[in-house]
C-alpha cells in the first residue's frame, strides 16, 4: 500500500508545494509570486494523483493552472505600477500574525492528534472518472446543473462589474 | 489500516502547514491580487483534506465530487474577485489594501 517510492514522492511534492506557497505569501515580486503559485496548484495537482484521484487532478491543471494563474497574470499586466503596493509591510503587523497563525497551527494539529479516525482498512477503488461521470449525471445532477448556473452568473457579474468604470 | 492512519496524518498536516501559510498570506500581504492568491492557496488546502478523507475514510467519491464543486465555485469567485479589482484600479488607481477605504465612514 504504502510504497517507499510513493513516500518519497509525497515528500518531494510536499516540499515543492510548501516552497512555492512560501514564496507566494512572503514574496516581495509579482510576477515571481504569481508564477510560484502555478508551481503550488501543480504540487497539488501531484498530491491528487497520487491520492488516486485522476479526475480532480485534471480538473486541477486546466481549471486552476491553466485558467486561473493566466486570469490572474492578465490581472496583473493591465494594472501598472502593482509591486510598489508590496514593498512595505509594517513588522510589527507581521509578528502579530506569525503568532496568530502559530496559535492556529498548534490548536489544530493538537486537534487532530487527539482525533481518532475510522479508517478503511484498505482500500480498493474503481476508476474515479467513470464513478464521478455517473454520478453527475444521475444522484448528483441537481448540483451539477446549479454549478453551472453559478459560473453563468459569474461570468455576466464579472462583465459587468469590469465594464462599469470604463464609461 | 496503520499505514493507512499514517498516510492520512501526512496529509491532514500538509493541509494544515497550507492553510496557516494562507492565514498568514492573507493577514500580511499588502495588494489584492496577494490576498487573493493567499485564499486560493487555503481552498486548496481544504481540497487536499477533502480527497484524502475521501481515499482513507469513506471509500466512495462524494469527497471528490466535493472538491470539484469546491472548484468550480473557486473559478467564479476568482472571476468576480479579478473585475472588482480591476474595477477599484481604475476608480482608485491603487491596489494597497492600506488606501482602499470606499466601504469606511
Avoid at chain 1, 62 to 68: E, H, K, L, R
Avoid at chain 1, 76 to 93: D, Y
Avoid at chain 2, 70 to 78: G, K
Wanted: glycine letters at 8%; a positive charge; charged letters at 10%.
Amino acid at each position: 500500500m504504502l510504497s517507499t517510492i510513493e513516500l518519497f514522492i509525497f515528500f518531494i511534492l510536499a516540499g515543492i508545494g510548501i516552497f512555492s506557497a512560501l514564496v507566494v505569501v512572503s514574496g516581495k515580486n509579482m510576477f515571481h509570486n504569481i508564477l510560484f503559485f502555478g508551481l503550488f496548484l501543480l504540487s497539488i495537482g501531484g498530491h491528487f494523483l497520487l491520492l488516486k484521484a485522476d479526475f480532480l487532478a485534471m480538473a486541477q491543471i486546466f481549471g486552476y493552472v491553466g485558467g486561473i494563474v493566466v486570469l490572474i497574470l492578465f490581472v496583473v499586466m493591465l494594472t501598472r505600477n502593482i509591486t510598489e503596493a508590496e514593498a512595505e509591510t509594517e513588522s510589527t503587523k507581521g509578528i502579530v500574525a506569525f503568532f496568530i497563525t502559530l496559535a492556529l497551527l498548534v490548536t489544530i494539529f493538537y486537534i487532530f492528534k487527539i482525533t481518532t479516525f475510522s479508517i478503511l482498512p484498505g482500500i480498493v477503488q474503481e476508476k474515479s472518472v467513470v464513478a464521478i461521470g455517473k454520478m453527475l449525471l444521475s444522484s448528483r445532477i441537481i448540483p451539477f446543473e446549479i454549478a453551472a448556473i453559478v459560473l453563468l452568473a459569474a461570468i455576466v457579474g464579472a462583465l459587468s462589474v469590469a465594464r462599469e468604470g470604463s464609461k | 489500516m496503520i499505514i493507512n492512519s499514517i498516510q492520512l496524518n501526512l496529509y491532514l498536516t500538509l493541509g494544515l502547514i497550507f492553510f496557516c501559510l494562507g492565514i498568514y498570506g492573507v493577514l500580511t500581504k499588502r495588494n489584492l491580487i496577494g490576498v487573493l492568491m493567499s485564499i486560493e492557496i487555503i481552498f486548496n488546502a481544504a481540497n487536499l483534506n477533502l480527497i484524502a478523507f475521501s481515499r482513507f475514510i469513506k471509500a466512495n467519491f462524494d469527497g471528490q465530487l466535493f472538491s470539484l464543486f469546491v472548484i468550480a465555485i473557486v473559478a467564479a469567485e476568482t472571476v468576480v474577485a479579478l473585475a472588482i479589482i480591476i474595477a477599484v484600479y481604475k476608480k482608485k488607481d491603487t491596489l494597497d489594501t492600506g488606501k482602499l477605504n470606499l466601504l469606511k465612514w
